[in-house]
């Protein structure tokens, strides 16, 4: 059966089609998130803006928006794991408490002292 074969060309043997793939998603930290949503506030497109990150237009609209209606905190990521997010919640009371109780204590020290006598790790950024 073989004999009735087609034989394949060599031009349907060496054709390469070039798909492109997925778009990578690249991660804007939260401050080039909040410089972008005051361009667009001062005046800047939003084309111009995503041309310069080289994000979407759509995107950068979303920021200014989320910006202007929740602020800084719109950006800041909560963990999606309700045990994480309570216990970032309760670690959060604890270091206002602290920072509360001891006022003259910067966040270094307030972030020393939870490593030191509780071994947690914490941001000195994030109070």
Partial sequence: M??????KTRATR?????????????VVPVE???LASEAFE?????GEIAEIIGAAKA????????YREEGVDAFLKSP?????RKYCDE??????????????AGVRRIRD???????????????
């Fill in 2 to 7: 073989a004999f009735f074969r087609k034989k």
């Fill in 14 to 26: 060496t054709a390469v089609v070039e798909r492109p793939g997925p778009k990578k998603r690249i």
């Fill in 32 to 34: 080039m998130k909040v």
């Fill in 42 to 46: 001062a005046g800047l497109s939003a």
């Fill in 59 to 66: 995107t950068v609209s979303a920021w200014a928006k989320q």
């Fill in 80 to 84: 999606s794991n309700t045990r994480a």
């Fill in 91 to 104: 670690l959060r009371l604890r270091i206002e408490g602290m920072r509360k109780e001891n006022p003259e």
């Fill in 113 to 127: 002292e939870l490593r030191r006598e509780e071994a947690i790790e914490v941001s000195a950024e994030g109070f």
